[in-house]
């Protein structure tokens, strides 16, 4: 990308893309977020440059291991595009069967060993998925032209490789009002004007995973709308640089520690998350790029889609929680406690709970279903249980962690201590585990277990799992829509030979 942050407000589909060269490896996907002069603002002050922020860093360290991967490992992280007859990242490749969905979970959870942390990637390409149906399917019934808007979209994504984030969640205002209601209609996005040209929009989307770190962001419904949120019912496909657009970036536990020097007390000092307020103020879309505009009918189907497509997504905490396996066996070998048997059942139940929410996200994928557009779809029950199991099985997954790990996780003194020249050598005399063990060994792993279930990446690993495609009551509403309670029923009167009711 050049760059440029002087383009028009009114700019071209035509002139956004051309500001893109195409991505092959991770260091050029790290150096397209350079010198974008895009509006970001952090602890109260404008970030110049936030690629080289030591707080910001690792959220596009964790990106940039997503085209890694599909180097390193193309059979697991590219697929063939029949759009454009080539391979392309699987995190931008189109659903064409139920072995896609298989694949790109397996991809999501070898992400999450890699980084131990949201790489951020998952709500952009849940949204590719749900848009190739949606558009197809507003086109039938009003004979629009939003699919085709979408496909060649998508051809230009996928020759210039590009990072596309999910700008779904709105800020809601009051929760009793619908958007049209709100006394502030800034609480959902909506179009404010409409020209020969385009539309234009303003609002916010707030929690936005990888916002800031993707090059381009999809605004879309978050509810379901009636015929008086028309003007809220809008789809279309901004470039994070464009005109109009802030980003106030969200704190997390001990995010300052990426500004001290050393790395041991950030226990993962490579990866981390990312999330942001996205503003926007009558930001520019052109027809070209808008995919639903006024069809207030489909944001419903919208969101139910994209969930079944999400909450599946979410298997990508079993790549965490394989980390958190990982450590906490760590550590108990570290302390000589391996042996005990009690050690080796905690082991056995967090490895449990992790390949529960696993079989879950496979079977949902398994017994994917195609839609009229051709694309497939996540099995909607299936779906839900994996995310409903991920709003509970990593916290249990954490707690028998810092179980393992002890108390000094949270009490042991800073790496500043340990390099002291005084207390330096009588905290390696009491910190020791294990003789033959270095200090230092241990003092990572804990930070690890620290940083994962208390630090900076327990946003990724418990709050967004918590939180993250919709809280926990979104999902048992579904599965009660789902669960055929009536037809079940007449399983037990047949069995128990009830007849006539």
Request: aromatic share 8%; glycine share 8%.
């Amino acid at each position: 990308m050049t760059g440029l942050q002087s383009h028009p407000r009114e700019e071209s589909a035509e002139a956004r893309w051309a500001r893109f060269a195409p991505i092959v490896t991770g260091d050029d996907y790290v150096e397209s977020l350079r010198n974008r002069g895009v509006e970001v603002w952090l602890f109260g002050e404008r970030v110049d440059e936030p690629v080289d922020h030591p707080i910001i860093r690792p959220s596009i360290n964790a990106l940039k291991m997503t085209y890694d991967l599909a180097t390193e490992d193309p059979e697991l992280a590219t697929a063939h595009s029949e759009l454009i007859d080539a391979p392309v990242n699987r995190f931008l490749h189109i659903v064409g069967s139920p072995g896609d969905l298989v694949m790109k979970n397996r991809m999501q959870r070898r992400m999450g060993q890699l980084t131990g942390t949201c790489f951020q990637r998952c709500a952009g390409l849940d949204t590719i998925s749900v848009l190739h149906s949606i558009t197809f399917d507003i086109d039938a019934k009003h004979g629009t032209s939003y699919h085709q808007r979408y496909l060649d979209f998508m051809r230009h994504a996928q020759r210039a490789n590009i990072i596309l984030g999910a700008g779904m969640t709105d800020p809601k205002g009051d929760r009793s009002k619908r958007p049209h209601e709100q006394a502030d209609p800034d609480m959902f996005l909506h179009v404010t004007k409409r020209t020969d040209a385009g539309v234009y929009v303003t609002g916010a989307k707030a929690h936005m995973t990888g916002g800031l770190n993707s090059h381009w962001i999809c605004v879309m419904p978050t509810m379901n709308m009636g015929e008086a949120d028309r003007d809220f019912a809008i789809v279309g496909m901004v470039p994070g640089d464009a005109a109009g657009i802030t980003y106030i970036y969200g704190r997390q536990s001990c995010d300052t520690r990426a500004m001290e020097a050393g790395d041991i007390d950030q226990g993962n000092a490579r990866f981390g998350g990312q999330e942001v307020l996205v503003v926007f103020d009558n930001v520019f879309i052109p027809h070209e790029h808008v995919l639903m505009d006024g069809e207030y009918e489909f944001a419903q189907d919208m969101v139910a889609r994209f969930t079944a497509y999400h909450r599946a997504s979410y298997v990508c905490k079993t790549g965490l929680g394989d980390v958190m396996v990982g450590a906490a066996a760590q550590v108990a070998d570290y302390n000589g406690a391996e042996a005990a048997s009690h050690i080796k059942d905690k082991l056995v139940e967090m490895t449990h709970l992790n390949e529960t929410i696993y079989s879950s996200a496979i079977a949902s994928s398994h017994e994917a279903k195609q839609l009229p557009s051709g694309i497939f779809m996540n099995d909607a029950m299936l779906a839900n249980v994996c995310k409903h199991n991920v709003t509970r099985f990593p916290y249990e997954i954490s707690r028998l962690a810092q179980d393992l790990a002890g108390g000094i996780m949270v009490t042991m003194p800073s790496d500043a201590d340990f390099k002291h020249k005084k207390v330096g050598p009588i905290l390696a005399k009491y910190m020791k585990g294990k003789h033959n063990v270095p200090v230092e060994f241990r003092q990572r792993i804990l930070r690890l277990i620290e940083n994962m279930t208390l630090g900076r990446n327990a946003v990724g690993y418990l709050t967004e799992s918590l939180h993250g495609a919709g809280s926990p009551q979104a999902q048992r509403i579904q599965i009660l829509r789902g669960m055929e309670v009536e037809k079940k029923k007449t399983f037990a009167r047949d069995l128990a030979g009830i007849v006539g009711e």
